[in-house]
């Protein structure tokens, strides 16, 4: 189980080319806006993904899904894609590593477009909606996003969401605004999360998702917002000006599901999602300031000697096999459906911390050096900071697992 086998040592190996030879030279590019992420995630995906395939799996899928009946013979449900090596969860864990230690920012992008907008279509949606949304979203060929967060409903997404959708003769009118949406300034397709009003108190409106598309009057988009770090996923919001989307647009088309504990469940892919682009973080930079101390000389001797280095090398160190272990048992824990939330948003709350104190010992360790963007330990920082507030805030992560644990509703 802590050893990678064959298949899973290649895909690393092939993602670390990637990475160094097609994305490293371009980060400069992406964080100044000057290039977007989206053309290069595409040729990953078709060059090293077999992005055609993975289309055709989804259009198989949903035509199972339909018929009732699975390759194997056994009735078919929501089963996973066959789609071979692709469908073994710790795949996916090392594609995010190995981008994130390049860079999380383009990670980021790429996996709330084929994860959270993309898988959760592909496991809630219908079949048509897996056909039309799914898969040109999970292929790269179009963009995804995934909009929960408003203005006013950050923490509290779901209490404080103010953006509803009313039903009107065959369609939803769907009115409200996203803030800090991946992916809002340029993607074709957005998974949106509205209080369903029929009538009943704000309160007690159900929560649904809605797949809406970019092409459909009265959705609009902000300008990417200037960041601290992630600068390469672009970032904005979305206007939802009476939105009208046909009925075969709601999430999974039934009203009598609410969808709030979907986006509950999405909530915890995207928390335990982040795990891995901490890894690449922490590995990365242990990895630069091994060699870094090693290398730089102060008071005539490598600085690696001083203990006070080897101190901070231990301790990124213990993060990095801890990390580690976490990718590997969350890997495991898809692979056997299980879930646990309090676990979940654990890992999430230790993981996020170390790629952030990493990054920031990294950059003491390379002392002035590390300061400077051309040792890359500073873009790490600012990018790793990112994981401490998305998908649910730290302290909030670390809050709900606490109350689950103690048997308490969920804040
Ligand atoms: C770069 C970026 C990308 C993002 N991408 C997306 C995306 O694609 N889709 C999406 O839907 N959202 C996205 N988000 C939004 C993100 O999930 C929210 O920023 C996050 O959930 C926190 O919400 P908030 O910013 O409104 O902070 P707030 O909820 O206002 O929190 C402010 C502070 O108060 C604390 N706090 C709040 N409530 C409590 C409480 N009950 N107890 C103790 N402390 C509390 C928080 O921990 C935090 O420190 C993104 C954000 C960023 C910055």
Redesign the pocket.
């Known amino acids: 189980m802590f050893e990678l086998n064959e298949p899973q040592r290649m895909v690393e190996q092939v993602f670390r080319q990637f990475a160094e030879k097609e994305l490293l030279p371009r980060v400069e590019r992406l964080e100044s806006g000057e290039e977007l992420p989206y053309d290069l995630m595409r040729r990953m995906t078709r060059d090293l993904m077999g992005g055609d395939r993975i289309s055709k799996a989804l259009h198989r899928q949903a035509d199972r899904m339909e018929t009732g009946s699975s390759e194997d013979g056994r009735p078919a449900g929501r089963e996973k894609g066959r789609r071979g090596e692709m469908d073994d969860p710790m795949i996916f864990s090392l594609i995010a590593k190995e981008l994130s230690r390049v860079s999380p920012g383009f990670t980021?992008s790429w996996g709330?477009s084929v994860g959270?907008c993309g898988a959760g279509i592909l496991n809630k949606g219908t079949p048509d909606q897996i056909r039309r949304y799914a898969a040109p979203v999970m292929s790269m060929e179009r963009i995804g996003?995934?909009?929960?967060?408003e203005p006013e409903?950050?923490?509290?997404?779901f209490g404080s969401m103010k953006t509803t959708a009313r039903p009107d003769g065959d369609d939803y009118v769907i009115s409200g605004s996203?803030?800090?949406?991946?992916?809002?300034p340029h993607a074709d397709v957005f998974l949106v999360?509205a209080k369903l009003d029929r009538g009943r108190p704000p309160a007690e409106r159900p929560v649904h998702g809605f797949i809406v598309e970019r092409t459909m009057p009265g959705l609009s988009t902000g300008r990417p917002?200037v960041?601290m770090?992630?600068k390469d996923?672009p970032?904005g919001e979305v206007f939802l000006d009476e939105v009208r989307v046909p009925k075969e647009n709601l999430l999974g088309g039934r009203e009598d599901r609410s969808m709030r504990d979907e986006a509950k469940e999405s909530l915890g892919t995207e928390r335990s999602g982040m795990a891995p682009m901490c890894l690449g973080i922490v590995e990365r930079c242990y990895e630069l300031s091994l060699g870094y101390a090693r290398q730089r000389r102060q008071f005539g001797r490598p600085i690696a000697e001083y203990q006070a280095i080897q101190l901070k090398l231990a301790d990124m160190y213990i993060r990095l096999q801890n990390v580690w272990n976490i990718v590997y048992r969350l890997a495991w824990m898809t692979r056997n459906d299980k879930r646990d939330m309090a676990y979940f948003c654990a890992t999430k709350v230790y993981c996020a911390r170390a790629a952030v104190q990493t990054a920031l010992d990294a950059i003491q360790i390379h002392g002035g050096y590390g300061y400077m963007q051309e040792y890359h330990v500073e873009k790490l920082m600012r990018d790793a900071k990112?994981l401490e507030?998305?998908?649910?805030?730290?302290?909030?992560n670390a809050?709900t697992t606490a109350r689950l644990e103690l048997g308490l509703a969920p804040?």
């Open positions: 980021m709330v959270l996003a995934w909009a929960l967060t409903a950050g923490s509290d997404a996203k803030t800090f949406i991946t992916n809002a999360y917002f960041k770090g992630m996923s970032t990112l507030i998305g998908a649910g805030t730290s302290d909030i809050l804040s």
